[in-house]
C-alpha cells in the first residue's frame, strides 16, 4: 500500500509553500487508495504550541485533505532514544562538543584553504578520558557517522541524483539539550511507519541523502523521494520574506475559495495549464508528477481571485455555502434563486453577494452626472413604487424615452446609477424586480 506523509512543525501557521508539499502527498495516496499520514513534528517542545496544532488541523479540514492518522512525534521519544542507542552501539552515532563559535572558526579556515566546509571529525579521535573531561562544563551532541560513498537515487521529479557522502558534514542528529532533531526523527517515524513515498521541498535534498543511510543503518527500505521546485514570488523573489502574509487561515479570511487555491497548487510549476477543478477527486485524477520539474516556479497571490471568481460564480443556489449565505444575509426563500442568478455573476468572493443584497433591500444612493442632474430627476418622478414585475425596466425607460426623448447609452446609464447607485452590475430588467425600495429623489 502506498503511505505518504505531512510532517509540519507545530511552530506557526501554515502557508502557501506548506500547502504545496500538503497536497502533492494527499494526492498520491488518494489517487492510489493509500494512506496519507498527519505527523506533527513537534519535539521543539519551547516552540510547538497547541494552537498551531489546531490550526494545521483547520486548515487541512477546510482544504478537504483528510488524513487517514495522526502521529506526534513528542509521543515517540522512548523510540527515538532507541534507535540512537543502537546506532552508538554500531558506531554510528558519535559524541561532539565543539561549540557554534568553535565550529564555524572550522568553517572559516577550511574555506580560505579552498575545502568544503565539512566537519572534520576532531571528536572521533577523542577517547574515554577525554570526553568525560569535556563533558565537565559542556554538555555533548550526537552527529551520525556517514559512509562516504555516494548517495544514489532516482527522484520522483528531479530524475536520478548522486551525491558523494564525503561533500556533506555529518549531520547532528541529537541537539545538548536532548532534543531529537527533524532528520533522526523523520527517519525512524518513515521506517516505522511504512511510509512509501515521499514529496518535499528541493532544499531537502541534501536532508534525503543522508536519511537514506540513516534508515539503511537501522535496517529499513528508504522510500521513493521526490522533491518539488520551491516557490519563488511573482518577480522570482524568494517567497520566504512573504510567507507571513500568504498563511493559508489569512487567504481564507480574505475569501479565497479553497478550490481556487488546490486548482492552482496542483498545477503550478508543471507543464500543465491551470484548470479550475470541482473537487479533489477531479485534481487526483489528473495528477502526475512526471509533468513537474526543478526550476523555481512563480507564484502571485493575484492568480487566486480569477479562480476564486470562477468557482464562485458557478455554484448553483442549492449548494450548502451559498444556502447558508443568502440565510445569513436574511434573502427570502422565494426570491433567493432569482437573486442568486443575477448577483452570482457579479461577485468574486462569496462573501460579496451581501452588497448586492444590501441594494435589493435597502435601495441605493442615486450616482447622478451633473449633466444629468435634471433629467434623472424627472425620470425618478415618474419612477413607480416597488414592488417591481418582470416588465417593470422597460416600461419605465420606454416612458421616459417618450418623456425626454433621450435613447441609448444616454438613457440607459443616467437611469442605472440612479437605482443602483453604480455605473455596472447584472441586466437591469433582471436586478429590478428584486428591488425592495425604489431610490430617493437626489437633493436639488
Not at 555533548?140 to 561533500?167: H, K, N, P
Request: charge should be negative; charged fraction near 25%; aromatic fraction near 8%.
Amino acid at each position: 500500500m502506498t503511505v505518504t506523509r505531512f510532517a509540519p512543525s507545530p511552530t506557526g501557521y501554515l502557508h502557501i509553500g506548506n500547502l504545496r508539499t500538503a497536497l502533492f502527498n494527499y494526492l498520491i495516496a488518494r489517487k492510489t487508495g493509500g494512506q496519507f499520514i498527519l505527523r506533527l513534528d513537534d519535539t521543539d517542545q519551547e516552540r510547538s504550541k497547541q494552537e498551531y496544532v489546531d490550526g494545521i488541523k483547520t486548515d487541512l479540514e477546510w482544504l478537504g485533505l483528510e488524513w487517514d492518522r495522526v502521529e506526534r512525534q513528542s509521543e515517540r521519544l522512548e523510540r527515538y532514544a532507541e534507535m540512537a542507542d543502537m546506532l552508538r552501539a554500531e558506531g554510528r552515532f558519535y559524541e561532539c562538543f565543539e561549540s557554534p563559535t568553535e565550529l564555524d572558526l572550522k568553517r572559516k579556515k577550511q574555506l580560505n584553504m579552498g575545502k568544503p566546509p565539512v566537519y572534520d571529525r576532531a571528536a572521533l579521535a577523542l577517547d574515554a578520558a577525554a570526553r568525560e573531561e569535556l563533558r565537565k562544563d559542556r554538555n555533548g551532541y550526537w552527529r551520525f557517522r556517514l559512509d562516504l560513498e555516494r548517495i544514489e537515487w532516482t527522484d520522483g521529479i528531479l530524475g536520478d541524483v548522486s551525491i558523494d557522502a564525503a561533500s556533506v558534514s555529518d549531520p547532528v542528529l541529537i541537539r545538548a539539550d536532548g532534543q531529537v532533531l527533524y532528520t533522526f526523527a523523520s527517519s525512524v517515524d518513515d521506517m516505522d511507519m511504512g511510509v512509501t513515498d515521499i514529496v518535499r521541498g528541493s532544499d531537502h535534498v541534501t536532508n534525503t541523502a543522508t536519511q537514506v543511510q540513516i534508515i539503511r543503518a537501522m535496517g529499513g527500505t528508504p522510500p521513493a523521494f521526490a522533491h518539488h521546485s520551491l516557490l519563488t514570488g511573482p518577480q522570482g523573489e524568494a517567497l520566504s520574506k512573504r510567507l507571513g502574509t500568504l498563511s493559508l487561515r489569512d487567504l481564507r479570511a480574505q475569501g479565497v475559495e479553497r478550490m481556487a487555491l488546490l486548482s492552482l497548487l496542483a498545477r503550478l510549476g508543471s507543464s500543465q495549464p491551470v484548470e479550475l477543478r470541482a473537487d479533489l477527486d477531479q485534481i487526483a485524477e489528473g495528477f502526475d508528477l512526471n509533468h513537474f520539474g526543478a526550476a523555481p516556479t512563480k507564484f502571485d497571490a493575484e492568480d487566486l481571485w480569477p479562480l476564486t471568481r470562477a468557482h464562485v460564480q458557478g455554484l448553483p443556489v442549492t449548494h450548502a455555502e451559498v444556502a447558508a449565505k443568502l440565510a445569513e444575509l436574511g434573502v427570502p426563500a422565494e426570491i433567493a434563486p432569482a437573486f442568486w442568478e443575477v448577483a452570482r455573476a457579479n461577485i468574486t468572493r462569496l462573501e460579496d453577494v451581501g452588497d448586492w443584497w444590501a441594494l435589493c433591500r435597502d435601495g441605493a444612493t442615486p450616482l447622478v452626472d451633473p449633466e444629468d442632474a435634471e433629467f434623472v430627476a424627472q425620470a425618478l418622478t415618474m419612477l413607480p413604487p416597488p414592488p417591481y414585475g418582470p416588465s417593470a425596466w422597460a416600461d419605465w425607460t420606454a416612458a421616459v424615452k417618450e418623456a425626454t426623448g433621450r435613447k441609448g447609452k444616454g438613457l440607459f446609464m443616467p437611469l442605472r446609477k440612479a437605482l443602483t447607485g453604480r455605473g455596472n452590475g447584472p441586466d437591469m430588467s433582471a436586478l429590478m424586480p428584486l428591488l425592495q425600495k425604489a431610490p430617493q429623489a437626489p437633493a436639488a
